[in-house]
């Protein structure tokens, strides 16, 4: 019964990412665990739990109906407190995923910092894919050797969406290996499909399990008709992998161009997401 429930608790973790589901899975095995609130009928249906390492802690909120959420509130910060303590050390973080409006507006009253939040959008694998006839592009796979013409493409992509938000502009560049390995690790999974005209790097659509984690053209090579080619590139692909399933992608509230653009091409909203953490002080007073 135990086994059951907690695999009813991946399902709903399932929806935030695989890396959510893939850290609480082994949080669970770990007996890490604490399994504060879950409910299948009511006023409130979903989760809210706790998983932790020896690094961080992470809190989930599920939901995917709120209603009456005052007794769920009082919840979620009688267990939320203890971790807030000053001689508590670890990364505290807090995932909400849903309608969830009014649980997002009480974690941040708690002192929980906004590192992102948007809306979560999905296709449904069971539908017709109408690929272009005739493309230019080329598709190959990810090398080693690629990583400088990567780092320029999403450093180029993402700059203006990372300097309205007051995110790193440079993280790509700043950190080559981290980004090497993340790239190698997907490629590992056949996650990742780049795009070229000759020896030129137009863009790249990286994925993991059902999740779309990145659709990016070039700044020079936008407006042009690539970014559909590669969107339907990767659902293509991923629907051969999940022929009864969904695929899943997110995109930043701040950016409603992407937004409007997926949903030109058959996604839907179906979540809304926002994830937090929690500002520990590193000064100490003397």
């Known amino acids: 019964?135990?086994?059951?429930?907690?695999?009813?608790?991946?399902?709903?973790?399932?929806?935030?990412?695989?890396?959510?589901?893939?850290?609480?899975?082994?949080?669970?095995?770990?007996?890490?665990?604490?399994?504060?609130?879950?409910?299948?009928s009511g006023d409130n249906q979903g989760v809210f739990c706790l998983a932790e390492d020896d690094d961080c802690a992470i809190t989930y909120a599920v939901f995917t109906q709120t209603h009456r959420i005052e007794l769920l509130l009082k919840v979620i910060e009688n267990s939320i407190k203890p971790y807030l303590k000053a001689d508590e050390c670890r990364e505290l973080c807090c995932n909400v995923y849903g309608r969830?409006?009014?649980?997002?507006?009480?974690?941040?009253?708690?002192?929980?910092?906004?590192?992102?939040?948007?809306?979560?959008l999905r296709?449904?694998?069971?539908?017709?894919?109408?690929?272009?006839?005739?493309?230019?592009?080329?598709?190959?796979?990810?090398?080693?050797?690629?990583?400088e013409s990567f780092i320029d493409l999403f450093e180029g992509a993402y700059y203006s969406l990372n300097q309205d938000n007051g995110w790193e502009v440079d993280q790509y560049r700043n950190n080559p290996d981290t980004f090497l390995r993340a790239l190698t690790g997907y490629e590992s999974a056949a996650g990742v499909q780049s795009f070229w005209l000759?020896?030129?790097?137009?863009?790249?659509?990286?994925?993991?399990?059902?999740?779309?984690?990145?659709?990016?053209?070039?700044?020079?090579?936008?407006?042009?008709?690539?970014?559909?080619?590669?969107?339907?590139?990767c659902v293509k692909r991923m629907s051969g992998l999940y022929p009864k399933g969904y695929i899943y992608l997110r995109v930043a509230?701040?950016?409603?161009?992407?937004?409007?653009?997926?949903?030109?091409?058959?996604f839907v909203e179906c979540g809304f997401f926002a994830e937090h953490t929690y500002p520990r002080r590193t000064d100490k007073a003397f």
Request: aromatic share 12%.
């Open 123 to 147: 296709y449904d694998c069971g539908s017709q894919i109408s690929l272009d006839e005739q493309s230019e592009l080329w598709e190959r796979e990810f090398k080693p050797d690629m990583l």
């Open 100 to 120: 969830n409006r009014g649980i997002i507006e009480f974690i941040r009253s708690l002192g929980f910092a906004s590192d992102m939040e948007g809306y979560q």
């Open 1 to 40: 019964m135990e086994k059951e429930k907690n695999n009813k608790i991946l399902g709903l973790i399932s929806l935030i990412s695989t890396g959510a589901v893939d850290f609480v899975r082994n949080a669970f095995d770990e007996q890490r665990v604490t399994v504060v609130y879950y409910e299948e």
């Open 253 to 266: 509230a701040s950016n409603t161009g992407a937004k409007r653009f997926y949903e030109r091409n058959h």
């Open 198 to 233: 000759q020896n030129q790097l137009v863009g790249a659509c990286i994925s993991e399990g059902q999740f779309i984690r990145d659709v990016v053209v070039a700044p020079q090579y936008q407006n042009c008709g690539y970014g559909r080619t590669i969107l339907q590139s």
